[in-house]
């Protein structure tokens, strides 16, 4: 597989990075130091070739690009559905000491929604941004009508070769499957990470299992769905959201 697929040449009389420190510009387009378009088999690698045959054309697009440094990728959407059983909302409450990384509101269906998805700075993970706009009634709830926005990090290692970076420390190893036509992310062991030391949790200290689902229905639409299921307290979270891809596709 080829890894490149344009480079953009600087323009006759423009060097690149020039007047920025080290020379290098880090502004994307053609002045910039290099603007190169890769395919990216990190996510393929993880799948037997069968099983990334029976993706659709569109979801393999979707996991098949490297965003070169400096551009991002930006899929808009609106929010379906959300519920919280009283142990899911306990347990979103009491993550925001580590950034917030489950949706904080059950009660936010037709709410806008975007995902941002940049390369990291060392070029070998992704960085995702989520955000969601909350309802701007305030039913004795901080931050009510303050978006949230979800950080998180994909590395391409680890046990199962894909793991999540959520905030405070804590890493999830990822698995990757097909189910029918669906792309699916399924949490295999949560970590703390203690100074050097990434110690596994038990996994009867974790909050269950967590399925993340990528759903394509075609017209460049798909379903975000989540999942965190626990073998004792039961359905935690379920979330539901329709997103678009950016004008121009992938």
Sequence with gaps: MSSAL???????????????????????????????????????????????????AAVR???????????????????????????GRALAALARVIGAPLPLDADNEGAAAGVMVTENANGVGQCWSRTYCRPHQDHGRSGAGVPQVIHSTKGFGG??????????????????????????????RFRVQLGALSVALPRWLSPGQMVVGHDDVGEGQFFFTLDLNHPVLGELLHQRI???DEKGGM
């Design 6 to 56: 344009k480079i953009i040449e600087p323009r006759a009389g423009e060097r690149w990075g020039e007047g920025f420190p080290n020379g290098r510009d880090p502004r994307p387009g053609p002045q910039g130091l290099a603007r190169v378009i890769h395919l990216d088999d990190r996510f393929s690698r993880l799948l037997s070739k069968e099983d990334w045959a029976a993706l659709p």
């Design 61 to 87: 697009a979707r996991f098949s690009k490297k965003v070169a440094r400096g551009q991002s990728v930006f899929y808009r959407g609106i929010v379906v559905s959300t519920r919280m059983n009283r142990w």
């Design 159 to 188: 046990s199962t070769g894909l793991q999540e970076h959520i905030g405070g420390g804590i890493t999830i190893d990822l698995k990757l499957r097909v189910k029918g036509d669906v792309l699916q992310f399924v949490s295999d």
């Design 242 to 244: 329709l997103f678009q």
